[in-house]
Each structure stands twice: as C-alpha cells, then as structure tokens.
C-alpha cells in the first residue's frame, strides 16, 4: 500500500515538473522578446533619408528613433533594393541600452557606382536586424528607408 502511494507521488510531481517545463519553454519560444520585455521597440519601421537624390558613391543617412531595452548585441543586414537586391555584409550592432534618436551614416553600405538601374529609378535600403533573446528565441525586425533615386546630378 505505502509503495502506491508514493508511486502516485512520484507521477504526480514528474507531471507537475513536466508542465512547468513546458510552460517554460514555451514561454522562452514564443513570447520572451516578442510580447514580454521587446530588445528594441522602433518608433516607426519606415526610416527617413536626408536626402531623396543622391549620387553613385555617396553614403545615405537614415534617422533612427528606437529605445533599446536590453543589452544585447545585435546583427544587422542591409540591402540596397530596386527590384533586384542587393545585400551588403551583416555587421553588429553594439550599442548599449537606452533611448536614442540620431541621423546615422551608412558608411559601409555605401551606394554602388557601377550596374546601376535606368535614370529616374528608385531604390530603398531594407534591414534585416536580429537579436538573440535567449537560447532558444532570435527576435527579427524587418526596416525600410524611404525611397531615392541615383543620379549623376545628385544633390551633394
């Protein structure tokens, strides 16, 4: 008799121990990052240019308005967009934990000077920034910059 009973016991908190795994778990999958205690928080996922025109070579500067509510290291992959994407190479992002609302240069993802589209077409930088939460959860924000065009005129 006494061996049933703690036999039950023991189903009883092996069950108990498997739903809080769960639970925990499932909360490390799909809400920590996401719905509870966001890495980043954008005030808009449209970044604005300085410009509208610019000229091949030239470096464009988007106006970043985010609180970043964690310390962790992200990575961030731009492209230059057109149709055809053109990625550049995924580099990290370093900043601490705050508040902030500044014009940045991309100076690595500087504008080609060569293939470039018919006169008159428009281009757009996407990013494709990614934090990793946890173990188990990458948190992934989709950016776009407003659209510009490439000429040889460009406004300098």
Known sequence: MIWRKI???????????LFVTLLWVG?????DGTHYNPPVVYESLVLNTDKTE?????VVSVFLDV????NTEGCVTWSLVNGRVFPYVKRLLGSPSGTYEKWVALTRESLPTANLGPEGTMYHFEALVEYRVNPLRVVTYKLKTTPFKITNGGNK
Do not use: H, I, N, Q
């Open 7 to 17: 036999e039950s016991c023991g189903v009883a908190v092996l069950a108990g121990l």
């Open 67 to 70: 609180y970043k509510g964690r």
């Open 54 to 58: 610019y000229a091949p070579g030239d």
């Open 27 to 31: 909360f490390l999958t799909f809400v």
